[in-house]
């Protein structure tokens, strides 16, 4: 897996992370603030920066957006944030790329507890059927 060493960010955000702890701390920070009633709009949530960053990752580089969910996981979230990050950049990532990803997924699963415990609030989307099975197998289900 890469950070973002072969992400061509473009000019399609209006802000780019230096790293991986920021883009995830940023995230997670964000999440939380999109739950609060009084930050319901995108406007009113500074680092809404990074969900679009991430959401990018997710559909344009596969790993570059494992390693920020891995980077999401590995710190302390409350289970809210769990299903964020499964609902929205894992399961947007298994939609767009899931052939691609779905060996290392599997492989997260089996070595990880918290991926797998992520993985479980993924739902189908768009996702093939094949692809589907083979997550709802690593999610335990």
Known sequence: MQGFADVEWGNQLDRVPSDMDELADAWIRDDVA???TDAGRDTDRPDFWAWEAA???ARHH???ALSFILAAIDR???EETRFSLAAG???DLLVHHGPSVIAEVERLARQRPEFRNTLVGVW???MGEDIWR???LAAGR
């Open 62 to 64: 596969p790993d570059g």
């Open 34 to 36: 999109a739950r609060r």
């Open 134 to 136: 083979r997550v709802s």
């Open 89 to 91: 950049p894992l399961e």
């Open 76 to 78: 302390p979230i409350s």
């Open 55 to 57: 959401d990018y990752l």
């Open 124 to 126: 189908q989307n768009a």
